[in-house]
């Protein structure tokens, strides 16, 4: 059984505070390691080991920081297939899936390269006699990013890169479920040539996040998990006086006009609702066909689909969708499904009578796909996120009553409308109360350069995840006025400057 500490100034810290959590191989349902969960004081010296780099790695050029960060895309690119093969033995999703991960996560190192482009300030020349005008973003100091089990390499690198290329030092609290690949991240920032104390990586649980949250020399907290935590996190944090990002949970939207191709979208519909085992924040968990016609035929047509799943082991090529996370998480899942019948949905598909033949992988957490009809919006199930391989489909009877659904639902992450019709997508696009949306494009996550963010009970603070939100997150702005040359003199003046003084 393997173990995971921490990783600060440049080297691997054993744990010592004696509590340790279980790492597990979700495929084989065993305990494959643990990992050691920080106390106060370790937090504390990872902590000051940030602080301790900041005044260097702060002064380094723009450039020099930006070259770290092509070596790091370099260095990424060669460990892609190693870097998923370990996601995809602690998380459970399929290894093409976790190659997915892994890339998502290094398009955001990518466009980070380009940080002495983005961090460029304004000028304005000449705005009084002899004086210039000029802002430019500084760094914050020690940041921190609270990472979930779900994107194990992708939003530690959503954070650190752009953490780390506006100059601040980064300390990264990753999910206690799958922590080797934020640790493998340590090892593949040192080659890329970052300077010790710059990446450091804290295991741990609330105690850990309690420290980073309130001690003052942390300066911002971006976080990603579920809402409950995000809005502890949100409000610890900020009461802390600290910059705060904090997105949550989701219940995504897909709404099915009659016009629209529908073996696109039931194709479309089981790639969203079932890959990653539905454990994606922007996983589609709610189709809304609009008309009974296209209700029914949606039920015929996806059926045969997710009876067809296959579900396997994450590192069989064959497999669609892998397990579940932890036993912990196929209960609360499996405890949804029992709720969504005893709330009156019709099963249509049981992914509890999930029998594949599972060739010595039983003891796994597998759960097969499952489909629930006529879903209302007043079940606990629909309002509730389940994170599990299931979609729950709530008949609407106009476009009206459709995006209403999205709109006055607690979480606001994704959404997506199929249609052929311009007018329709155009007036869900502009009117629907979500963060993210895609037309007739079934999981619209946004690209490096455009930034990732929901709305309502799915993200908390104003700035979102990389693009140019990144940047504003991860630096303060100065603004500069200068006086050149010196020697006008007009005396002393008691009132506010003005353009006409
Ligand atoms: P989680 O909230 O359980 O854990 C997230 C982080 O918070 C982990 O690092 C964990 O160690 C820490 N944490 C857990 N309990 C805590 C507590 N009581 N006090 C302080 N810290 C605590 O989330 P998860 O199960 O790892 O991830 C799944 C959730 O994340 C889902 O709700 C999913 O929708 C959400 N998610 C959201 C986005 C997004 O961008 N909106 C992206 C991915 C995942």
Redo the contacts with the bound molecule.
């Keep these: 059984m393997y173990e995971r500490h921490h990783y600060i100034s440049g080297q691997t810290v054993e744990g010592t505070s004696g509590r340790f959590g279980p790492i597990y191989n979700p495929s084989t349902g065993e305990q494959a390691g643990k990992v050691a969960l920080a106390s106060k004081a370790e937090v504390e010296a990872g902590i000051a080991a940030a602080d301790a780099a900041f005044p260097a790695w702060s002064g380094t050029s723009v450039v020099k920081r930006a070259r770290v960060l092509q070596n790091l895309v370099q260095i990424l690119y060669r460990e892609k297939d190693a870097l998923a093969e370990a996601l995809s033995a602690e998380h459970g999703k399929v290894f093409s899936d976790a190659q997915g991960d892994v890339q998502r996560g290094l398009e955001v190192a990518e466009f980070a390269q380009g940080i002495p482009h983005l961090l460029k300030g304004e000028f304005s020349d000449n705005v009084s006699g002899g004086i210039d005008m000029y802002s430019m973003r500084k760094p914050l100091g020690v940041v921190v990013g609270?990472?979930?089990?779900?994107?194990p390499a992708m939003?530690p690198l959503w954070m650190s890169c752009m953490a780390i290329a506006c100059g601040n030092t980064f300390i990264l609290?990753?999910?206690?479920?799958d922590p080797t690949v934020p640790l493998m991240f340590a090892d593949i920032w040192k080659e890329a040539g970052l300077p010790d104390g710059v990446f450091n990586v804290i295991n741990?649980?609330?105690e850990?996040?309690?420290t980073v949250?309130t001690d003052p020399r942390v300066k911002a907290v971006s976080?990603?998990?579920?809402?409950?935590?995000?809005q502890?996190?949100y409000s610890t944090a900020t009461a802390h006086g600290k910059r705060c990002q904090a997105?949550?949970?989701?219940k995504n939207h897909m709404i099915i006009m009659p016009d629209a191709d529908l073996d696109q979208v039931a194709d479309a519909l089981v790639g969203a609702a079932y890959g990653s085992a539905g454990?994606?924040?922007?996983a589609i968990s709610v189709a809304v066909p609009v008309g009974q016609q296209v209700a029914d035929k949606m039920v015929e047509m996806l059926k045969p689909r997710v009876e067809a799943l296959k579900v396997g082991h994450s590192m069989d090529p064959e497999a669609e969708m892998g397990p579940l996370?932890t036993a912990d998480?196929l209960a609360k899942v499996r405890g949804y499904l029992d709720l969504a019948e005893q709330e009156g949905a019709d099963v249509v598909v049981d992914g509890r009578d999930f029998k594949y033949n599972m060739q010595g992988y039983e003891n796994g957490y597998y759960l097969g796909g499952s489909l629930f009809d006529n879903v209302k919006a007043d079940m606990r199930t629909y309002r509730e996120?389940i994170?599990g391989p299931t979609l729950q489909i709530v008949r609407a009877e106009s476009f009206d009553e459709a995006i209403r659904l999205p709109s006055e639902h607690e979480f606001g992450?994704g959404t997506s409308i199929f249609t052929r019709d311009g007018d329709t997508a155009r007036a869900y696009v502009n009117n629907v109360e979500v963060g993210m949306v895609g037309v007739n494009v079934p999981i619209p996550v946004p690209l490096a350069f455009h930034t990732?963010?929901?709305w309502k009970n799915?993200?908390f603070g104003d700035i979102n995840?990389h693009g140019m939100e990144g940047v504003r997150f991860y630096t303060k702005t100065k603004t500069v006025t200068s006086r050149w040359p010196t020697g006008i003199r007009s005396g002393a003046e008691f009132v506010i400057p003005t353009l006409n003084s």
Excluded at 173 to 177: T, Y
Excluded at 223 to 230: D, E, L
Excluded at 279 to 282: G, N
């Design positions: 609270i990472t979930p089990f779900n994107f939003i609290k990753p999910s206690e479920k741990g649980d609330k850990a996040v309690d949250c976080f990603v998990g579920s809402t409950p935590i995000a502890y996190v997105m949550g949970g989701a454990e994606r924040c922007m996370v998480h996120e994170f992450n990732f963010g929901g799915s993200a995840q």
